[in-house]
Nanobody
Framework: QLQVMESGGDLVQPGGSLRLSCVASGNILTIGAMGWYRQAPGKQRELVGDITRDGKVTYGEFVKGRFTISRDNAKRTIYLQMSSLKPDDTAIYYC?????????WGQGTQVVVVS
């Protein structure tokens, strides 16, 4: 059974940092791009960034250098390092992975930025 699982969400103060992880597991024949999305209350889901197997990263326009995505192919894991967090970054962060020729989503991990 294929599974995409996020972890690392937490409550953090403005200006703080947080690292999220996403691991893909199960009967994986092929895995392509993986990425992070987020959805704030009352808003549409938006792209944070995605990364290819070769490590090419594309970021959403709002990131502006505050976030970094990295990948460990051997562990089938990607990471989202977030810094200078703002209250507007409060959202559920979802991971998406292209596994066995289809997009697979995780359940999300909650990030809350509050004083």
């Amino acid at each position: 059974q294929l599974q995409v699982m996020e972890s690392g969400g937490d409550l953090v103060q403005p200006g703080g940092s947080l690292r999220l992880s996403c691991v893909a597991s199960g009967n994986i024949l092929t895995i392509g791009a993986m990425g992070w999305y987020r959805q704030a209350p009352g808003k549409q889901r938006e792209l944070v960034g995605d990364i290819t197997r070769d490590g090419k990263v594309t970021y959403g326009e709002f990131v502006k250098g505050r976030f970094t995505i990295s990948r460990d192919n051997a562990k089938r894991t990607i990471y989202l390092q977030m810094s200078s967090l703002k209250p507007d970054d409060t959202a559920i962060y979802y991971c998406k992975a292209y596994i066995n020729f289809a997009d697979r989503w995780g359940q999300g991990t909650q990030v809350v930025v509050v004083s």
